[in-house]
């Protein structure tokens, strides 16, 4: 019954490591913004590059803090709009 309630299939879910990093260059330098982390080894401290603004130009960032295997229903961003770190330098 429940299926039916929710309009069909009922939503995945889906589980991510996040990473929060503090932007070290360009107009935004200094501000904090949260990126999906795929890389196993990250760790706070670490000098990573992102994709940052509407263009996604890679930006060098520093991790503050990784928060590992989130749920999309608790992740801290939206998940479908969700950047993922480019590197680790």
């Known amino acids: 019954m429940i299926h039916s309630l929710a309009g069909g299939d009922i939503r995945k879910i889906k589980v991510n490591d996040f ?9 935004s330098k200094g501000g904090i913004f949260w990126y999906i982390n795929k890389i196993s080894d990250l760790k706070a401290g670490d000098i990573v590059v992102v994709p940052f603004g509407k263009h996604d130009a890679l930006t060098r960032a520093k991790v503050i803090r990784i928060d590992r295997a989130v749920s999309s229903q608790a992740s801290p961003v939206p998940v479908g709009h969700a950047k993922e ?5």
């Open 19 to 27: 990473a929060k990093v503090e932007l070290l260059e360009g107009s």
């Open 85 to 89: 770190i480019y590197a680790k330098l």
